[in-house]
């Protein structure tokens, strides 16, 4: 109980949670947000979700995930694994997929979205993969 390592992995593990919570919930927000009339109460609400969302839980477990990970590489020396360059070049990805999460909600905020449903179905697919390929490096760690 006493390691620390463990601890940070711990927190690691809860905030990649929290953040893959967030990224795979948003485009599914969004594909019903599509359907909804501008100025609408259900529109109106939507913009409260996403932005919540987003804000209280998708950017800080972002943030805590990065730090928590570097940190974890640095205390077990494992910057020069292979597998860790695999998996921080998903996680860049996914860093990439949550800005422009973060940009549409900014677009329905200003009810601007011209984006349809099949689009956001599309672009839910995207962290999953990701997020699935970051679990495979750290779990499988090929190229050690
Ligand atoms: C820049 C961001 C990240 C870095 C540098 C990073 C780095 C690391 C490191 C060094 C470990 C410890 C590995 C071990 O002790 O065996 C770890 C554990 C883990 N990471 Fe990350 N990580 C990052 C983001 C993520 C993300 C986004 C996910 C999931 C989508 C993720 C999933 C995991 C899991 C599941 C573990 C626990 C693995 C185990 O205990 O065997 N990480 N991460």
Redesign the pocket.
């Given at each position: 109980m006493s390691d620390p390592?463990l601890w940070l992995?711990w927190i690691?593990?809860l905030a990649?949670i929290s953040?893959?919570a967030a990224m795979l919930y948003l485009p599914r927000l969004f594909v019903y947000h599509v359907e909804a009339e501008p100025g609408s109460k259900q529109s109106e609400t939507f913009k409260v979700m996403e932005r919540r969302l987003l804000k209280a839980i998708g950017t800080p477990a972002m943030i805590v995930?990065?730090a928590?990970?570097?940190a974890?590489?640095w205390m077990?020396g494992?910057w020069s694994s292979g597998w860790?360059h695999g998996?921080?070049l998903l996680?860049?990805m996914?860093a990439a997929c949550h800005g422009y999460l973060a940009r549409c909600v900014k677009t329905f905020a200003a009810d601007r979205n011209t984006r349809t449903g099949v689009h956001f179905r599309v672009v839910n697919e995207i962290p999953t993969v990701?997020?699935m390929g970051?679990?495979f490096f750290?779990?499988f760690?090929p190229f050690s």
């Open positions: 390592y992995k690691h593990v990649i953040w893959m995930a990065f928590s990970g570097i974890l590489g077990a494992y860790l998996k921080t996680v860049v996914l990701l997020m970051a679990v750290v779990i760690k």
